[in-house]
T-cell receptor
Framework: RKEVEQDPGPFNVPEGATVAFNCTYS??????FFWYRQDCRKEPKLLMS???SGNEDGRFTAQLNRASQYISLLIRDSKLSDSATYLC????????????FGTGTQLKVEL | EAQVTQNPRYLITVTGKKLTVTCSQN?????MSWYRQDPGLGLRQIYY???????DKGDVPEGYKVSRKEKRNFPLILESPSPNQTSLYFC???????????FGPGTRLTVT
């Protein structure tokens, strides 16, 4: 079983749609959780951190369920510019610089 | 401007010819890492460094070397590249207070 699992997609949605991505992680000792965005052939960039209480940044909402070891990202009113690959990232306890990346979910927003 | 730079951005080489990919950051970050990204496998950590002269293996270190003689630089060395090292490589850095990684623009390496 992979440490961090994501549905690879692609998710093809019309502009204005609401889309949700899920991610599961296997290490129950994981401490911190993030969503990164990666545009085609570019470097990943931090989209948002994920907190147990859930957090929102504009059209983006992230949720963490520790009991189920599950992370989600909801994008409302999707824009063409949201087209990218979304990477789920999990950080372990200690271990220096250990971040584990999911393989990513590809989103394509269409007119 | 805060950034991580890598050079070269694109490299085509032949099996066995030693190469170095440079990485430099201007944010005074302690932590630096190298990743490779392959289709279906995602980003995998090759090596990381927690500070000058402190390096450690990541998940896929075989065939790679690194050094950290200065805080800002973290070169990746392939002593004898092989075709299975054809990949997209990213250097990244972060500080000690949070986990946000800043990535370089990537180096696309092809080994024939």
């Amino acid at each position: 079983r992979k440490e961090v699992e994501q549905d690879p997609g692609p998710f093809n949605v019309p502009e204005g749609a609401t889309v949700a991505f899920n991610c599961t992680y296997s290490n129950s000792a994981s401490q911190s959780f993030f969503w990164y965005r990666q545009d085609c052939r570019k470097e990943p960039k931090l989209l948002m951190s994920v907190y147990s209480s859930g957090n929102e940044d504009g059209r983006f909402t992230a949720q963490l369920n520790r009991a189920s070891q599950y992370i989600s990202l909801l994008i409302r009113d999707s824009k063409l510019s949201d087209s990218a690959t979304y990477l789920c990232v999990v950080a372990g306890r200690g271990g220096g610089n250990k971040l584990t990346f999911g393989t990513g979910t590809q989103l394509k927003v269409e007119l | 401007e805060a950034q991580v730079t890598q050079n070269p951005r694109y490299l085509i080489t032949v099996t066995g010819k030693k190469l170095t990919v440079t990485c430099s950051q201007n944010m005074n970050h302690e932590y630096m890492s190298w990743y490779r990204q392959d289709p279906g496998l995602g980003l995998r950590q090759i090596y990381y460094s927690m500070n000058v002269e402190v390096t450690d293996k990541g998940d896929v270190p075989e065939g790679y070397k690194v050094s950290r003689k200065e805080k800002r630089n973290f070169p990746l060395i392939l002593e004898s590249p092989s075709p299975n090292q054809t990949s997209l490589y990213f250097c990244a850095s972060r500080g000690t207070t949070d986990y946000e990684q800043y990535f370089g623009p990537g180096t696309r390496l092809t080994v024939t």
